[in-house]
């Protein structure tokens, strides 16, 4: 079961499962270092024109890279080989307009010491679908596992408006709105399912408990798959030959933006690709140091900049390194406050034209991240990012420490928006795809 599929891999089945973090197998383009860093200019309204970046120099083959001065960063020396410590351009090299580069040729997928693509040469078809099966088995058990504190509160709370009765009457319905109300559902929309409910009881389709509960069911579902036409639902929509992919994630501090991140890039990487993270959170003194330790514990490297650096330079010199790395996908961390709400949308605006005019398409996804145990809060969240972040899609958090997990239902129905992935636990590969038709089945299971 692939988790990210943008690449055709006809020659394997991708299962989706990544093992430890270890350090990838070295298949990449030429190592390639930076020149020392130019001293920043002072910003200005209208900037002058600006001398172009240093270029990116191959190291010759043998030859040792040039040693790094010591940084307080709480890296090991091993690790701090793996951070790229570029140039610090200015906001105003950010913006200059520059000569568009030409895309680099497509490059096969890339295999990492813990990739969980399994080669179909040395396998029968019978035994590769047999372990697909397995594994789709266990991701499925898990992720009821997950929501099993939602299924329990809303099942308990349904059951007992159901408990000795055997018709639909009044009273059952308004007892049933307030169980789904309780479940985080939301108000309205609950009052728009059980409208629904009311006009096929009032033509006869529903006659009993059981039908009911499928009606409940099918509404449920149906408001997940609905919200799957907006945004974007999936990365194949974006040509292979546009790289590299870029993903940008946004969300208030403390939902888990950091960590959804570091177990992102694993199972990207986890897939065969090759990605790049970008610390473009300069505004939070810890969020680039944080964003290190997982970019060190899953094996991707990492583009950081000094603290107050500003973003959008941060993420153009990331641009530029993910274009000479060859690199399949960039991850870009952003600035996750909201006290300020105008400086959060030009800052936000600035790095989507710098991503635009970089890359094709670029950034093409904006992924928000939303804490499911906040409940209507986190809504309220939602709804202030989707103003000013161009969102795209959702990934919940803390699906498995919540019995309000109905908020996904409340999200999907309220922002129209699909929910590309869920956080399950604390370990690296505990995000998955978030799957509408199992959510809905684990509800009532």
Known sequence: MAFWRRKKQDQFISLGLSGPAAPAAEEAAPETRLEPPAAAAPQAETPPPAAPLPALEPVPTGAPPTPEPARESGLTDARREEVIEAPRPTARDAETPRPASPSPAPVPARSSAFSSSILGLDRSAEELQAEVEALEQTYAARFSRAISATRESLSEKIDTVFQGRKTIDADLLDELEEALIA????????????????????????????????????????????????????????????????????????????????????????????????????????????????????????????????????????????????????????????????????????????????????????????????????????????KVAGVTGIVLTKLDGTAKGGIAVAISRELNLPIRYAGIGEKVDDLVIFDPEQYVNGLFT
């Not at 199972?267 to 990605?275: F, L």
């Not at 650096?309 to 991850?331: N, Q």
């Not at 400086?343 to 989507?352: Q, S």
């Open 183 to 386: 479940a985080d559902i939301g108000v309205q929309t609950t009052l728009e399912i059980l409208d629904a409910v009311r006009r096929a009881i009032s033509r006869k389709e529903i006659a009993d408990i059981e039908a009911l509960k499928a009606a409940i069911k099918h509404q449920l579902l149906t408001i997940l798959r609905d919200s799957e036409r907006e945004g974007v639902a999936s990365e194949t929509s974006v040509p292979e030959d546009v790289t590299p992919y870029v993903i940008m994630v946004v969300g208030v501090n403390g939902v888990g933006k950091t960590t959804t991140i570091g177990k992102l890039a694993q199972r990207i990487k986890a897939e065969g690709n090759d990605v790049l993270i970008c610390a473009a959170d300069t505004f939070r003194a810890a969020a680039s140091d944080q964003l290190a330790i997982w970019a060190e514990r899953t094996g991707v490297p990492i583009v950081q900049q000094k603290h107050g650096t500003d973003p959008a330079a941060v993420l153009f010199d990331a641009l530029k390194s993910a274009r000479a790395r060859r690199s399949d996908v960039l991850i870009v961390d952003t600035a996750g406050r909201l006290h300020n709400k105008s400086n959060l949308m030009a800052e936000l605006e600035k790095m989507k034209r710098v991503a635009g005019r970089e890359v094709e398409g670029a950034p093409h996804e904006t992924l928000l991240v939303v804490d499911a145990v906040t409940g209507q809060n986190g809504l309220e969240q939602a709804r202030v990012f989707l």
